[in-house]
């Protein structure tokens, strides 16, 4: 089995870290195979920025076929590690479009030379339905 058939989770699951003011700028940050988010949103706590909030998804529980098909948290299979072996290339494509669905947007947004450049230029290219000039909350 591989990884386009997961089922993705929703971001709402996600581990947080939250900014000590009022946040007006997000982190979505993935974690590697077999971790979780929990474990990252601990490491992001120790360098907290005051309008920063860190949103840390889990990967769903998948067989890894790179490790004799175990289940484990992964974003998408695994089938070796040469640069030649062969790639989910569905299940990238998947997650990918996937992970951006649920995140929640709202909000202004400011040009880029205001300083306060709350859309995320890459999630927005990969965000089906965004609608231009939101941010994350």
């Known amino acids: 089995m591989c990884g386009n058939t997961m089922s993705v989770p929703l971001l709402t699951d996600a581990a947080t870290v939250s900014g000590a003011e009022r946040e007006t700028a997000a982190v979505i940050f993935l974690h590697g195979l077999g971790d979780t988010g929990h474990s990252w949103a601990d490491a992001l706590s120790t360098i907290r920025l005051p309008h920063v909030k860190y949103i840390c998804p889990h990967a769903p529980r998948i067989p890894v ?36 669905g649920p995140v929640p947007l709202h909000g202004p947004y400011l040009s880029p030379p205001s300083g306060w450049h709350c859309r995320i230029e890459l999630l927005a290219a990969s965000a089906p339905g965004l609608p231009p000039g939101e941010c994350l909350r």
């Open 65 to 100: 076929t790179l490790n004799m098909k175990m289940v484990m948290p992964s974003w998408f299979d695994l089938m070796g590690l040469s640069p030649d072996a062969p790639e989910d290339e569905a299940g990238i494509k998947k997650a990918a479009e996937n992970r951006w």
